[in-house]
């Protein structure tokens, strides 16, 4: 029983140690091909981590696509990370937008100017943040305790740069098509 005790502490203790570091500045930018910049500001960068997106959903009417976000904020010398998952209503895309507004006579003059007003209505993205993490720039877990289970569901504004990151993936998964 007391083995089976100091091997429960022994695991536990090593669990801790591990979940406790988990990223830092100098890893995000020593792997490019992992972390790709998906922001740049004089604040610091937004990365995105690439090995771990996923196309988690594909139908005619939707997709979702799964992705980790690190934040480097420079002041003050931290880094945020959260999981997001994107899912497009694909009938808002801006290919379907576009169809839909070149058979109407009166918009085809101006098909982007419609197109845009029509996205700012309902840019079809909906985001779902959780597992959101604060790290100092060596690793060390500094997430204050009210952040924990932190979980929010909103539909991406057009002008954001949720809605920037998930029409980038967008792209990447579907060959480029715009949404």
Excluded: W
Excluded at 32 to 57: F, M, Q, W
Excluded at 146 to 155: Q, R, S, V
């Amino acid at each position: 029983m007391k083995r089976v005790a100091t091997l429960f502490l022994s695991l536990m203790l090593i669990f801790n140690a591990i979940s406790a570091f988990a990223i830092s500045k100098t890893e995000l930018e020593s792997n490019p091909e992992r972390y790709i910049i998906i922001s740049e500001s004089t604040g610091g960068n937004g990365y995105c981590d690439y090995s771990n997106t996923k196309l988690i959903a594909n139908t005619d009417a939707t997709a979702t696509i799964k992705t980790q976000i690190y934040q480097v904020f420079n002041n003050g010398q931290m880094i945020t990370t959260c999981d997001y998952d994107f899912t497009y209503n694909k009938e808002r895309s801006a290919k379907s937008l576009t169809e839909l507004v070149m058979s109407k006579p009166e918009a085809r003059a101006m098909p982007e100017y419609f197109v845009n007003q029509l996205k700012a209505l309902d840019s079809g993205v909906k985001v779902h943040k959780y597992n959101f993490k604060v790290f100092n720039f060596s690793g060390k877990d500094i997430t204050p305790l009210k952040l924990h289970g932190y979980e929010k569901t909103m539909i991406a504004d057009m002008r954001s740069l949720d809605y920037s990151i998930a029409s980038g993936l967008y792209g990447v998964y579907f060959n480029g098509e715009l949404f």
